[in-house]
């Protein structure tokens, strides 16, 4: 069983930067893919961006393009996600996954939602004040 322990969440105000960090243990599997999600009240849950446990072929959902970035360390246990420029829009509850299946993460799992990905953290909150 894997577990994923996300932090760095937090308050902030619009135009400010928080970095998240997500720790990963447990089952240990080759090539494995590790990303975020997030949910906002009332929303259904959107893919933020997903990142290959050698640190390549990072993706990102449009709305975060420029303003995020996903970086992987300690063999890809440990994912990051920086975000800068931060708007009200981007309050949420962020979930870090992980997946060992290149199917998943070349096709469309992950960006529908990640319906169906085995592991998940709890996640951690980032609120956007105007």
């Given at each position: ?58 993706v990102y959902a449009e709305s975060v393009k420029g303003r995020f970035t996903i ?6 246990n440990t994912v990051y996600l920086q975000m800068n420029s931060l708007q009200p ?42």
């Amino acid at each position: 069983q894997v577990l994923l322990v996300e932090s760095g969440g937090g308050l902030v105000q619009a135009g400010g930067s928080l970095r998240l960090s997500c720790a990963g243990s447990g089952r240990t599997f080759s090539s494995v893919y590790m990303g975020w999600f997030r949910q906002a009240p009332g929303k259904e849950r959107e893919f933020v961006a997903a990142i290959k446990w050698s640190g390549s072929s990072p993706v990102y959902a449009e709305s975060v393009k420029g303003r995020f970035t996903i970086s992987s360390e300690n063999a890809g246990n440990t994912v990051y996600l920086q975000m800068n420029s931060l708007q009200p829009e981007d309050t949420a509850l962020y979930y870090c996954a992980a997946d060992s299946s290149s199917t998943n993460f070349y096709g469309s799992r992950w960006y529908q939602g990640g319906h169906g990905l085995p592991a998940w953290g709890k996640g951690t909150q980032v609120t956007v004040s105007s």
